[in-house]
């Protein structure tokens, strides 16, 4: 990893099959952001944003690379993304800040995204440490690390990168245990559309074209 300051090179994840920098400024989170189905969009359905009556507070427990966070905060929610790796954390923060830099982003998002270094399962499962008292999420979302693929199918190369640093993230049974004792009224967690859920009770699922989100209801 490298480390820079806002004026300088931006913080890339390096590894053997390459680099990742996290712009939320060019690229596929522009174009997402402009022409990506809105609030009609699979993700935003599945955490009740197009139905919302109330603004949604969001805890992203596995923000990872931010792109969901940041998706979920141009549509109107306020995020707070959790990220335990350090070095995936420095980069989320130093995309954040650049974003911030660009005058019609720093608009949109207003104080609606931040992230956060820490592990999920010990935030969602202590009571005192501002989680429930100040952030007081309404929706928990997580996207753990999704199983290899099958050998045939080339994962996305910023895929291919993300997974020699990060690994898998065996403890997502937990992860989602702590989400469902939380007590938000909704936890959303994102699947590879041929993966088995987490666990049994779904109470209704949301097909994406390689996904699905698997929808907990009603856990207050
Ligand atoms: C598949 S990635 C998430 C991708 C993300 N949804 C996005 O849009 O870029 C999973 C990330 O969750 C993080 N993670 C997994 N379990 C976690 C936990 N218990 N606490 C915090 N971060 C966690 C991993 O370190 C990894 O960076």
Redesign the pocket.
Known sequence: MTSSSEHDKPVSLSASAGDIVIDFVNGKLDYRRRFGGGKNQALSKAVGLHKAKQPLRIFD?????????FVLACLGATVLG????AQ?FSALRDGLQRALADAELQELLDGRLSFIN????ELLSCATNGLASEFRPNVIYL????PPQKKTVLAKKDMQIFREI?GS?A?QCE?LEAALSFGANRVVVKRPSHAEPLREEVSHSIKGKTTRFDVYLGQS
């Open positions: 427990a596995t923000a990872g690379l931010g792109r969901d966070s959790c990220e335990r790796h995936v820490g592990d999920a399962i996207d753990p690390m999704h990060i993230d403890d992860l």
